[in-house]
């Protein structure tokens, strides 16, 4: 059975920061591209950023570029995240999600990330 | 960027009854490869989004076949042709063939 699980979501201070982790199991984490994608609550869907099978490709979207770092271990099935120089509008459900050839196609349950003083 | 813009934003429907959301792209989502890179997702009341239909029109893996896509260019469009109790959710349109960009939801509730 494929599984993504995040964690590391918490209550964070604005400028704070934070390294969400995702760990994979059922299928071949080194076959596949990656993504994280957020819901800020009661919105819909953002991509965020994206890494490559190498991490030798890598993106983000314009409202996190600068300020968040993905990046993988593919000795440990992890993907993560870290986020720098949080704002309020950073705010929401993050998901990690598997990401071959242009396709989202399993996503984990989310973890929360809220930024507030 | 690419906008991608969803009508309705709400769909109230009758069990057993057809519906049907539309979705239009800014630009074209031909990539330079031939492929469109258009997908549909299911989003069910505190569950996380789920694949229903990728490049236009191929079912993702245990998605029923009353999901169909179809559409081209800029165009897209996702059909229930009958609807039932467990399709209630939010359905999003995406693109990943320029930085991968959302429509902003159609939610879908029964009549």
């Not at chain 1, 800020?40 to 770092?69: C, H, N």
């Not at chain 2, 076949?65 to 996702?78: I, N």
């Not at chain 2, 693109?95 to 009549?111: C, W």
Request: proline fraction near 5%; include cysteine.
């Amino acid at each position: 059975e494929i599984q993504l699980v995040e964690s590391g979501g918490t209550l964070v201070l604005p400028g704070g920061s934070l390294r969400l982790s995702c760990a994979v199991s059922g299928f071949t984490f080194t076959n596949y591209d990656m993504s994280w994608v957020r819901q800020a609550p009661g919105k819909g869907l953002e991509w965020v950023s994206y890494i490559s099978v190498s991490s030798s490709t890598i993106y983000y979207a314009d409202s996190v570029k600068g300020r968040f770092t993905i990046s993988r271990d593919n000795a440990k099935n992890s993907l993560y995240l870290q986020m720098n120089s949080l704002r309020d509008e950073d705010t929401a459900l993050y998901y990690c999600v598997r990401n071959p050839s242009r396709l989202l196609d399993y996503w984990g349950q989310g973890i929360l990330v809220t930024v507030s003083s | 960027d690419i906008v991608m813009t969803q009508t309705p934003l709400s769909s109230p429907v009758t069990l057993g009854q057809p519906a049907s959301i539309s979705c239009r792209s800014s630009q074209s989502l031909v990539h330079s490869d031939g492929i469109t890179y258009l997908s549909w997702f299911q989003q069910r009341p505190g569950q996380p989004p789920r694949l229903l239909i990728y490049r236009v029109s191929d079912r993702f893996s245990g998605v029923p076949d009353r999901f169909s896509g179809s559409g081209a260019g800029t165009d897209f469009t996702l059909k229930i042709s009958r609807v039932e109790a467990e399709d209630v959710g939010v359905y999003y349109c995406m693109q990943t063939t320029h930085f991968p960009s959302f429509g902003q939801g159609t939610r879908l509730e029964i009549k």
